[in-house]
């Protein structure tokens, strides 16, 4: 079983198309994060939610809109992507301090 | 603004060498937690311990130590005996406390670890 899921694991696509992002987890947690992981491997936070309201929103480009339906899907759509959104994108859910991640989704922008 | 710093952004040893991972942070929180995190080549982020800041004893498991001295802001990670499969990038994070929501992960930079056979 596992616990946060993310598809696809890897998406290659063109500048300036629209892409989304999947993330499910199983856990019954309250909490989902999107972070993001540069060439450099820094890891930095963008949006978390808490039952589907959206309690972070760190300086993101308006590009980047997170939904979440429900609170076990928290879901990452890109408009016009560009190169510097190359990256890998990990979600992320918690149940106060612990927080479990997905196994990420790498992202190439051509 | 909370911040972590790993200053060794790489470390090479040989098998069975011990490997010390330094992590500095800085918070205006009297409660957070600390992290450290692993990620192995195939790039999934595994967690490896959290302790509060109100926890200042020791913790080891298996080969893994951890020293959190509050007094210097700092939380190092021991590697005892390194095998090859301890090859990784090593995170150290930093949360705030107390919420019931919204804790956002401060991470270091991360320090590469290469162990050679």
């Known amino acids: 079983d596992t616990a946060v899921s993310q598809t696809p694991k890897y998406l290659v696509t063109q500048m300036g198309n629209d892409k989304s992002i999947k993330c499910e987890q199983n856990?019954?947690?309250?909490?989902m994060y999107w972070y993001k992981q540069d060439s450099k491997k820094f890891l930095k936070i963008m949006f978390s939610?808490?039952?589907?309201?959206?309690?972070i929103n760190e300086t993101v480009p308006n590009r980047f809109s997170p939904k979440s339906p429900d609170k076990a899907h928290l879901n990452l759509h890109i408009n016009s992507l560009e190169l510097g959104d190359s990256a890998v994108y990990f979600c992320?859910?918690?149940?106060?301090?612990?927080?479990?991640f997905g196994p990420g989704t790498r992202l190439t922008v051509l | 603004a909370q911040k972590v710093t790993q200053a060794q952004t790489e470390i090479s040893v040989v098998e069975k060498e011990d490997v010390t991972l330094d992590c500095v942070y800085e918070?205006?929180?009297?409660?957070?937690?600390l992290f450290w995190y692993k990620q192995p080549p195939s790039g999934e982020l595994v967690f490896l311990i959290r302790?509060?800041?109100?926890?200042?004893q020791n913790e080891i498991s298996g080969r893994y130590s951890w020293n959190f001295q509050k007094s210097t802001s700092s939380f190092n990670f021991t590697i005892t005996a390194s095998q090859v499969v301890d090859s990784a990038v090593y995170f150290c994070?930093?949360?705030?406390?107390?919420?019931?929501?919204?804790?956002?992960?401060?991470f270091g930079g991360g320090t590469r670890v290469l162990v050679k056979p």
């Open positions: 992320a859910s918690s149940h106060f301090n612990e927080q479990f």
């Open positions: 939610y808490n039952n589907k309201e959206l309690i």
């Open positions: 994070a930093l949360s705030d406390a107390l919420k019931a929501a919204g804790n956002k992960l401060t």
């Open positions: 856990l019954g947690h309250d909490t």
């Open positions: 918070t205006r929180d009297t409660t957070y937690y």
């Open positions: 302790r509060n800041s109100f926890d200042e």
